[in-house]
């Protein structure tokens, strides 16, 4: 391509640092996350000082625990309850996303008034198996990037990956 982006904005899973390095290095601009779900896409976007501010004008999160009791910021929150504040037909209250988010408490240095969050990944559909590069540790297998690969290359569209041990996952397709 021949452009010169300004910035580039990513959203979905996780970037990873080889990653934005890479997209950084190729266009020689800013490379910018944002956070969000089907739900409500603009949940958080990254300022310039590399943390997430949540739109909380337009959203309400609530970090809580195992048991849905509200988790205090700085620490990291079991799932994250969602209120979308900005849709009016089909409003959305307290809704799990299962993600795993950590609220802070300072203000970052950009002077946004917003809050900032850390992402710790989605809690309830990632598989973990062993890491093959250090003994004891665990390996996190992203839901999108697992369907993806089931999709594009054996071409099924209706399937159920289950994990039963660390060792053993189980693809169910229909007859």
Not at 20 to 45: N, Q
């Amino acid at each position: 391509l021949h452009i010169s982006p300004r910035a580039v904005m990513t959203g979905g899973e996780t970037m990873g640092a080889a990653a934005r390095e890479h997209i950084r290095h190729s266009f020689d601009t800013a490379v910018r996350a944002s956070y969000g779900a089907s739900e409500f896409l603009p949940i958080a976007w990254e300022c310039a000082h590399g943390h997430l501010h949540v739109n909380e004008d337009w959203v309400i999160l609530e970090p809580v625990d195992e048991r849905y009791r509200p988790v205090p910021r700085g620490h990291a929150s079991h799932t994250v309850l969602l209120t979308n504040l900005a849709n009016l037909v089909q409003p959305l209250i307290r809704y799990d996303l299962g993600d795993q988010v950590t609220l802070h408490a300072k203000r970052c240095a950009c002077g946004s008034p917003l809050p900032t969050l850390e992402l710790g990944g989605r809690s309830d559909d990632v598989l973990r198996v062993p890491s093959r590069r250090r003994k004891g540790e665990t390996v996190s297998l992203l839901p999108m990037a697992l369907c993806t690969v089931i999709e594009e290359e054996c071409k099924l569209f209706d399937f159920q990956l289950q994990q039963h041990d660390d060792h053993t996952l189980v693809l169910r397709i229909p007859h």
